[in-house]
């Protein structure tokens, strides 16, 4: 098996599907997930090639923009890696990492089990925070209609992941159903240092927008 080669071609199969996505999860996004999810199982001693092809894949149908099947990820994963020959124990775990990596609400626990998943879902979660997060975050309530910012709606966490995603505030309040917790979800010791700098950002950021929304 020549991993290089099949590690290239999912990439541009990965590419192709997602160029010119305006919904935050765009191919940058998917690369970013990768480097990331490298440079943390590199410090925590993952498999590289798990990590590299479950970065790849973790959003290749997500169930957001899909009707809400929560299987379809898995299934578009699993028969890409076929496609490409990936042995079947390397698709098995790949898959259940993509199975266990999104974000489901604010006390919904999802974790994966190896270092692998664990390195892919930090990169995840640090691409929705700092910068990147808060950018994204503005963009996919602009794609769903949403407030920016409503002060007369108080903040909401979500007991379930039905509630989670079928929830419609302002994005503001997904900073508190969500941004904001992520850092204590890291999973990995590398995922914690690398999300506290991005954390203090947003923090930094409410502040701001708070003061300029009370012309202060
Ligand atoms: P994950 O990669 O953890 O599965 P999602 O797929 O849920 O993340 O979300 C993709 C991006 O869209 C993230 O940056 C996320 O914070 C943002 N996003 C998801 N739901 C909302 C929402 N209700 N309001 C604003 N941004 C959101
Ligand atoms: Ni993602």
Excluded at 60 to 68: S, W
Aim: one cysteine or more; proline letters at 2%; a negative charge.
């Amino acid at each position: 098996m020549n991993w290089k080669e099949t590690i290239q071609a999912i990439e541009r199969s990965v590419k192709d599907k997602f160029s010119g996505e305006a919904t935050g999860h765009d191919w940058h996004h998917i690369d970013r997930v990768r480097r990331n999810a490298l440079i943390i199982a590199e410090k925590e001693g993952g498999d590289l090639i798990i990590t590299e092809l479950a970065a790849l894949l973790h959003d290749i149908d997500d169930h957001k923009f899909n009707g809400g099947d929560w299987e379809a990820g898995t299934r578009k994963a699993k028969q890409i890696l076929e496609e490409h020959h990936v042995p079947e124990q390397a698709s098995i775990h790949i898959c259940q990492i993509i199975g266990k990596v999104s974000f489901k609400g604010a006390n919904v626990l999802s974790v994966p089990d190896s270092i692998e998943g664990k390195s892919v879902q930090d990169a995840d979660r640090l691409d929705a925070i700092g910068a990147i997060g808060i950018a994204r975050a503005f963009a996919y309530g602009g794609n769903k209609n949403r407030m920016i910012y409503d002060p007369d709606e108080e903040v909401v966490l979500h007991q379930s992941r039905e509630a989670y995603f079928n929830a419609g505030s302002h994005t503001i309040n997904h900073f508190y159903e969500k941004l904001l917790l992520l850092k204590d979800t890291m999973n990995t010791p590398t995922g914690k240092q690398m999300a506290a700098s991005r954390h203090a950002f947003m923090e930094q950021f409410l502040k701001q927008f708070y003061d300029e929304w009370d012309t202060k």
